[in-house]
């Protein structure tokens, strides 16, 4: 049997090689600002350097732990940058305080900071501009492949064929493959190619689940991990009473401004749909005309493009997503969370109920302020749409984690700045 696999692509270590340089550069920069902002904590420029040189560690600790734990493209790969410095940052931390050893915390959390930004922005970044080239190994269902145009697909004929332009192989591992093509991946795998189960790596490439069956997550039950829920939970209520202190004058300001570009209440409420099924008021700041009065309670749910109902203002605070914040309440009485799938209207998740399977399971989390979903699609309503919109939420209920929150927080700020999704 001819095994001709080669991997000819250099994007890996060249941009391995863009994080590094760019990590160090960033290290360098928090230690420079320090400082010339005359911190307390430059009275050691020894304390300054060693606590560079522990982070210097730590970025190349990071680095070789995203090689180990990072197998799959797209999401994951983003994903598994975070998971690797946050691990690597925190054995660091770990040993200075159980050594005792003198450090600058500004500097060490600086440095983890701006170490972790500046590795996903390469990471993005590179992985737009670059197409990979998989091989597609004969048997099960690849239809569903088709729809992802990032990736140059190319269907294996035999174990023989030559595949020096491939990347990496896929195959869909719930089939019972032929004697050869077992042995040929065995190959693949023994050579440091990689070899990716089809339906796996299509998620991580579009970072939706397919609702082919309500399937088991990653733990082996349908119910996220409740340890994380839990924490989540409390730190929800803690940033937003913090927020409803801090943003208590813009509230002020902008409910003064809706009340002045158009007759009505400054806050508009709806009955949506929420955690475990359960309905509850949300709160926005008004984005349209009270005195248009819709043909249907359904019709009057849904919001189109250019929808002619939105007042001047409320363009601007659906564009910039400050019509969201009087949710920080629904946080407080803990009926949302800063990060979830939107909840629905009562109305609209009836009627998606009826059209959708397993549309309900999409409530078996909190709902968020900003999600998944919504940092990848934005605003849908129609029902074919939504099914889309589903596979998102689907994906961030199987990969429930803080990895995927600190992912959607970033998305959410680049959204906000691109105004992307806004109707």
């Not at 060249?14 to 600002?33: E, N, P, T, W």
């Not at 039950?221 to 927020?243: E, G």
């Not at 109902?309 to 803990?334: C, H, M, Y």
């Amino acid at each position: 049997m001819m095994f001709s696999f080669t991997k000819r692509s250099k994007g890996g270590p060249l941009l391995r090689r863009y994080q590094i340089f760019g990590a160090i550069v960033s290290i360098s920069l928090c230690l420079l600002l320090i400082v010339l902002t005359g911190s307390p904590e430059n009275t050691s420029a020894y304390l300054l350097v060693k606590t560079g040189f522990y982070c210097l560690i730590a970025m190349m600790v990071g680095f070789e732990l995203d090689r180990n734990i990072n197998k799959y493209p797209g999401v994951e790969a983003t994903s598994s940058l975070l998971t690797a410095f946050a691990i690597s940052f925190a054995m660091l931390l770990a040993i200075l305080i159980l050594g005792r050893l003198p450090y600058s915390r500004l500097l060490l959390f600086a440095s983890y900071t701006l170490v972790a930004l500046w590795s996903m922005a390469i990471h993005v970044a590179t992985s737009r501009r670059r197409k990979l080239t998989i091989g597609v190994v004969p048997g099960g269902d690849h239809s569903f492949m088709l729809d992802v145009q990032s990736v140059h697909w190319i269907p294996l004929k035999s174990p023989d064929q030559d595949t020096t332009a491939v990347h990496a192989v896929t195959a869909d591992l719930r089939v019972d493959l032929p004697p050869e093509w077992d042995r040929w991946l065995a190959d693949c795998a023994l050579s440091g190619i990689p070899v990716y189960h089809t339906k796996h790596l299509v998620e991580s490439l579009t970072g939706m689940v397919r609702l082919e069956h309500l399937s088991e997550n990653s733990f082996g039950t349908l119910a996220p991990v409740s340890a994380f829920m839990t924490f989540k939970h409390v730190a929800d209520w803690f940033i937003a009473a913090t927020a409803l202190v801090l943003l208590t004058p813009l509230l002020l300001l902008l409910a003064i401004a809706i009340r002045l570009d158009s007759p009505g209440p400054a806050i508009f409420r709806q009955t949506r749909i929420g955690y475990r099924g359960e309905p509850f008021t949300v709160y926005k700041f008004r984005t349209m005309k009270s005195a248009i009065l819709p043909t249907s309670a359904l019709d009057a749910a849904k919001t189109q493009s250019d929808d002619t109902r939105i007042t001047r203002i409320g363009a601007f605070l659906r564009r910039s997503r400050l019509d969201e914040l009087p949710q920080i309440v629904n946080i407080l009485k803990g009926e949302m969370s800063w990060i979830g799938p939107r909840p629905e209207a009562r109305v609209l998740s009836e009627w998606y109920e009826g059209e959708i399977p397993f549309y309900r399971y999409r409530h078996i989390v909190r709902p968020g302020l900003t999600g998944w979903a919504q940092v990848n699609q934005g605003h849908v309503a129609e029902v074919d749409d939504v099914r889309y919109k589903l596979y998102f939420d689907f994906y961030y209920i199987k990969n429930y984690s803080p990895w995927i929150d600190i992912l959607i927080a970033l998305k959410t700020i680049q959204t906000i700045l691109t105004g992307f999704g806004a109707k």
